[in-house]
């Protein structure tokens, strides 16, 4: 052991685990991350030859995706609380063996419904899984190494971002022992028990130091607006937009105005509201909800159409249509580490990555424009580089910002919405943005359909990317700086 370990291992202040373990911890948490974030990109890739397996319309494709994000989404504020309650250690084991059995499940399915209901599974045990990793996170660190810790989810990212589409199109193309699509489930199960094993070893018990009560009435408002968002946007187009699509919108309005009354009410009666209402005076989060709602539901939805025009309407294969897309992901390493030099420059950073992504979004656009269904893979790498790194660039600081500001007995609730936003905007871009494009397909796609349909979601794309721009101006210019 070096001296400066020794040192820090000796100087730790109370409740921060010592280094060598929490350092061990907080690849455990990542391997999570990974999982997680290797579920939600894989069906992108492999969803037209699940399709083609087991049946289904273009809805199928939505759901297989809007299912996972979606169960997840309205189960992470709940699963952020119940590591507050019961602790964020065992909440954290029990999500990642449920999550494992999901993948399972996923594997065996024999049915559309089966393999979406499974979905189903994965993101509800996903959502007790990840919020413990950023609670323990916080609780673990101190702040002079706080912002390295959340670094680490950035090349993290990349490397999944890189890795995901390659292995989904590998393992679909090489169809092991007969599995074909499913062997891309079956690789989370050595992933799952690895993560138990360590778990169990090096992750520290931690709990709010308040007792709480989990707010069961919260849970089901905030699970009922979710699901009547995202359902008429995926079914609605398949049914001809009837009545009850608008109903379904306008009662979300109306849920979510009712769970923001019930909570601030439960708070001020001194119960433990599902999201304590204390976060949306604090000018990082708020102005960072705002901000993940929109950034995540554009790159969610752009890279399920990118996905489907690639292999449906190019024709490249499940491996070539992952290739395409290292670029990208390469991009994002790139900006990852820039980032790292420059994240001085706080809030700047996320706008330059912004403005950048845009560009390279409109790259994109500007060559599928020029050269139509015979644009090449090589054709789109400067445009997906120059994307990457300006994805990179935006997300590295965006968690360290949204989080700085917020108190102890406030990160299970905090750290639950924040990752609940990025998963129910991951579900409400694939359904937003997919509808924008099987709408312009049409029932019989044509070659000029494809061209017009991604041109157009390319545009869409462009316009959320310059409101994430506008709305960034809400979060603080430091991570440091305090809320308001």
């Given at each position: 052991m070096s001296e400066t370990t020794a040192k820090a291992e000796v100087e730790a202040p109370p409740g921060v685990v010592p280094y060598r373990w929490r350092w061990a911890a907080l690849f455990v948490i990542l391997a999570a991350e990974v999982m997680d974030l290797l579920d939600a990109m894989v069906t992108n890739i492999a969803a037209p030859t699940m399709r083609a397996d087991l049946g289904g319309t273009s809805a199928t494709i939505q759901w297989m995706g809007a299912a996972y994000t979606l169960s997840m989404a309205v189960g992470l504020i709940t699963g952020g609380r119940l590591g507050d309650i019961f602790g964020r250690k065992r909440m954290f084991l029990?999500?990642?063996?449920?999550?494992?059995?999901?993948?399972?499940?996923?594997?065996?399915?024999?049915?559309?419904?089966?393999?979406?209901g499974a979905r189903v599974v994965q993101g509800?045990?996903?959502?007790?899984?990840?919020?413990?990793?950023?609670?323990?996170?916080?609780?673990?660190?101190?702040?002079?190494?706080?912002?390295?810790?959340?670094?680490?989810?950035?090349?993290?990212m990349g490397l999944s971002a890189v890795g995901g589409p390659i292995l989904a199109g590998w393992l679909v193309e090489a169809d092991y022992f007969g599995t074909g699509w499913r062997m891309i489930f079956l690789v989370n199960l050595p992933l799952g028990l690895a993560a138990l094993a360590a778990g169990s070893r090096f992750l520290p018990e931690s709990r709010s130091p308040h007792p709480l009560k989990l707010d069961i009435p919260g849970v089901v408002l905030a699970s009922v607006g979710g699901f009547l968002v995202i359902y008429p946007l995926v079914q609605g187009r398949e049914s001809d937009w009837p009545a009850w699509t608008f109903v379904m919108l306008?009662?979300?309005?109306?849920?979510?105005?009712?769970?923001?009354?019930?909570?601030?009410?439960r708070s001020r009666n001194g119960g433990d509201p599902l999201i304590v209402p204390t976060l949306f005076r604090k000018r990082a989060f708020t102005g960072g909800l705002l901000t993940g709602t929109v950034f995540f539901s554009g790159m969610a939805g752009f890279m399920l159409a990118f996905n489907l025009y690639c292999q449906i309407g190019l024709g490249y294969s499940t491996l070539k249509a992952g290739l395409t897309m290292v670029p990208w992901s390469a991009g994002m390493i790139v900006g990852f580490g820039v980032a790292q030099a420059v994240q001085r420059f706080g809030r700047r950073v996320l706008h330059g990555g912004t403005l950048i992504m845009t560009a390279g979004v409109l790259g994109v656009l500007f060559t599928v424009n020029a050269e139509g269904l015979q644009v090449t893979p090589w054709q789109l790498v400067p445009a997906l580089v120059v994307s990457g790194v300006g994805m990179g660039l935006l997300m590295s600081p965006f968690f360290d910002i949204v989080l700085a500001g917020v108190e102890q007995h406030e990160t299970g609730s905090a750290s639950g919405t924040l990752t609940a936003v990025q998963q129910l905007g991951n579900a409400f871009g694939v359904a937003l943005l997919g509808t924008i494009f099987f709408d312009l397909l049409g029932s019989v796609p044509t070659a000029a359909g494809f061209e017009h349909a991604m041109e157009?979601?390319?545009?869409?794309?462009?316009?959320?990317?310059?409101?994430?721009?506008?709305?960034?101006?809400?979060l603080p210019k430091q991570a440091r700086e305090t809320p308001v």
């Open positions: 029990i999500g990642a063996a449920g999550f494992t059995l999901g993948s399972l499940l996923c594997a065996v399915a024999q049915s559309p419904e089966m393999l979406i509800l045990f996903g959502a007790v899984m990840l919020p413990q990793g950023l609670g323990m996170i916080k609780e673990m660190f101190p702040p002079k190494e706080m912002g390295a810790a959340f670094g680490m989810f950035g090349p993290v306008a009662a979300a309005v109306v849920v979510f105005a009712v769970f923001g009354w019930f909570e601030s009410r157009v979601t390319l545009w869409v794309v462009a316009g959320m990317l310059l409101l994430t721009f506008v709305v960034a101006f809400l």
